[in-house]
């Protein structure tokens, strides 16, 4: 699958080539028990990811934020990392068609923008920037969020598996594909800071960018399921961000 690039090319174009390419080296891929089924949200949900990108990614980054993968109430659902549908749509002013997954879980249907479900690590982390930047405009011209892996993970339960958890050949591959993507996505933004939320984020930001010149570090991840997260996510992370010299 070949993407010509225009004679006008983007940084948002640029990115949006990364995106091919990661649906590229992801979407062939085949998991086997305990999973039972990946969603790629690259994938069927494009048009709001695109979106995201063409809108947001434009400029030179002070900070990139690094999520691990999609949750099945967030990306899953909108594209967008952390992609709380109320966020992505009230504050990002974002709302594109989505289409299936080629496998859907009976448990965890895509219903896109209709979804109902709110993802509460996705609410707090786009709140924090609404709350402390107001318009998105304000939090872009320094900031970009990324997941680093875009595969939503899921048992035959339904419940969610977390990329580090497959086994070390099929780990390895995903992560070759996503440290290339991180790479050229830090290449073209320049940043000075790169944050994983959470710290398998941190480790892959690590190791993909080792020799680089950038400054690594972490964010707490705010999900409900860590009850540091749940007793003041946003003051954590803004305390950890001023640690490292980002100023709020």
Partial sequence: MNFPRPPCYTLGMLLED???SLIKAL?????GAPVSHVYLPLDYAWAPHARYLQRFSQGQKEVILVGMNPGPFGMAQTGVPFGDVAMVRDWMGIEEAVARPEQEHPKRPIEG????????SGSRLWGWARDSFGAPAHFFARFFVHNYCPLCFMEASGRNFTPDKLPRAKRDVVN??????????????TPRYVLGVGAFAEAR????L???????????????????????????????????GITL
């Fill in 18 to 20: 990364i995106s091919k």
């Fill in 27 to 31: 979407k062939p891929l085949r998991f």
């Fill in 113 to 120: 923008f209709g979804c109902q479900r709110s993802e509460v």
């Fill in 176 to 189: 070759a594909a996503c440290d290339d993507a991180l790479r050229r996505l830090v290449e073209a933004q």
């Fill in 205 to 208: 930001i690590r190791e993909a």
């Fill in 210 to 244: 080792d020799g680089s010149a950038v400054v690594i570090g972490r964010i707490p991840h705010p999900s409900p399921a860590s009850p540091a997260a749940n007793r003041g996510w946003a003051e954590a992370a803004a305390t950890a961000m001023r640690g490292y």
